[in-house]
């Protein structure tokens, strides 16, 4: 996975941020409900995890959620030493650890980028201890992103059918919202202005004019009109919560 200028708990571009950052953090992550679905799943996942427990971030990046850990013994992992707070590197798929060596793993938006998902969830299930619990969030309606390294999404379907391969008798699958959600990321990265890739300078007059709306207005309003949608079909992802 390439590694950017986004900011790593937004995922926006940092210049972008910048403007974000004048609002307080308790409505800035209302204009990114994705976003804000992941960031109170992690903060959950943090006060479940029982104090002293070992835990492995797998596909960690830059490590934004570790001060989340701090009661916890905290290890993180990715395919290559993406900040200074990775511990060790490693593919996923064959993960350098004795069985049953955690009490916990958590997983972000990382399953779309592995080739072969169910052998990462194979690992996750060896390097468990008996009762322990697996964290993880990924996408199913999302743009492509990190290419080439962009190889799936997830239905709830095909995840209750991959951890139960695993070999994990319990499961929990939370939908990241529902159509409005998902609408207000289709207009936060898809701006209207965004498809026009040649000759960009001579739309940055329009694009500050059409920013306000994209990704301040039209996202707080799906914040709050998503409770409109009961069935969450059109979601962007999902939080899992498996237990072995």
Request: charged share 25%; with cysteine; hydrophobic share 40%.
């Amino acid at each position: 996975m390439a590694i950017t200028s986004r900011d790593p708990v937004t995922g926006r571009a940092k210049s972008t941020q910048l403007l974000i950052n004048l609002f307080p953090r308790s409505l800035r992550f209302r204009f990114n409900p994705h976003r804000y679905a992941i960031e109170k799943f992690v903060a959950w996942s943090a006060r479940d995890l029982k104090p002293g427990a070992k835990i492995l971030d797998a596909g960690a990046g830059p490590a934004p959620y570790k001060y989340l850990f701090s009661h916890a013994v905290y290890e993180a992992t990715d395919f290559q030493k993406t900040s200074e707070h990775i511990d060790f590197v490693c593919s996923l798929e064959k993960i350098p650890r004795k069985k049953e060596s955690y009490d916990a793993i958590l997983s972000t938006e990382v399953l779309e980028h592995v080739e072969h998902p169910q052998k990462v969830l194979d690992e996750f299930f060896r390097i468990l201890k008996k009762g322990g619990k697996v964290y993880l969030t990924v996408p199913q309606s999302w743009k492509l992103h990190q290419e080439p390294y962009n190889f799936y999404y997830f239905t709830k379907y095909g995840l209750a059918s991959a951890f139960r391969e695993a070999g994990f008798k319990k499961c929990h699958i939370t939908p990241k919202g529902g159509f409005f959600w998902f609408l207000s990321d289709v207009f936060r990265f898809n701006g209207l202005l965004d498809q026009y890739k040649k000759h960009r300078w001579l739309y940055y007059p329009l694009k500050v004019i059409e920013y306000p709306f994209t990704n301040i207005i039209i996202p707080f309003l799906c914040f709050y009109l998503d409770r409109l949608d009961k069935e969450k079909k059109w979601t962007l992802g999902y939080l899992v919560v498996a237990e072995k």
